[in-house]
């Protein structure tokens, strides 16, 4: 049987290729406008191979991928950040992703609306005040809430709080950022055996110069952390603060909202 995991330059015979019809050369003058220093001075080494094999190659590629689509994902967050196709369809709306930075700004009123109304929904569904929509990713989330505890912290006067709580189960962006927004230590906290935070754990390392505890609810095991409230009252009861990262809100929408279980603060990534 053929070896399909062979690179594509390894299934290259000379002459070999196949042909498109209407995918003639292209017109030179298309290319005038490009600078001449950017131009090829030879032609591509690319792999001389017929249809059959190019398409049979990167199907079996694609089946090596991990995905919702074929497979049952391991680490917690993953298995519950699956949305319907539909709503990637709905993201690729022509009036979504034709938005320009230089639009005019009475050219896109109907997104901005859309966009206040959205923050609107997620106070609401998530149990917060107010939300922002600046983070581009999770771990900008992230940063962008310890920025807020940094700043927090600085106007109470309080700027010994220079330690972050994690987790041993929390993601591996959780240390980075806060080593990146400046905070000097990251402690890591132990789980029980279920796989929750242990209680113990926590109260001996929540100290005076902690500044927050960064929480995944469920966690990156896909547990649900029945203790949380107990969580927060230990670090208010301390003067810090509990941030909570959202990968796993899909488990809890319209049935849980952080925002009541003690979390100052939190962020989403809008797939999870």
Partial sequence: MEDKSRLIFEKSRTGRGFFYPGSGETDSQELDHIPKDFMRKSRARLPEVCERDVISHFIALSQKNMSVDTHFYPLGSCTMKYNPKVNEDIAAFSEFRNIHPCMEQKDFQGLLALLYEF???????????????????????????????????????????????????????????????????VITVKSNKEGEIDIDDLRRKCTEDVACLMVTNPNTLGLFERQIKVIADILHGRGALLYGDGANMNALMGIARPGDMGFDFLHINLHK
């Fill in 119 to 185: 923050e609107g929904f997620l106070c609401r569904l998530l149990g917060f005040d107010a939300f922002t929509l600046q983070p581009a990713a999770g771990a900008h989330g992230e940063l962008t809430a310890l920025m807020m505890a940094r700043k927090y912290f600085h106007e109470k006067g309080e700027e010994g709080r220079r330690v972050i709580l994690v987790p041993d189960s929390s993601h591996g962006t959780n240390p980075a950022s806060a080593l990146m927004c400046g905070f000097d230590h």
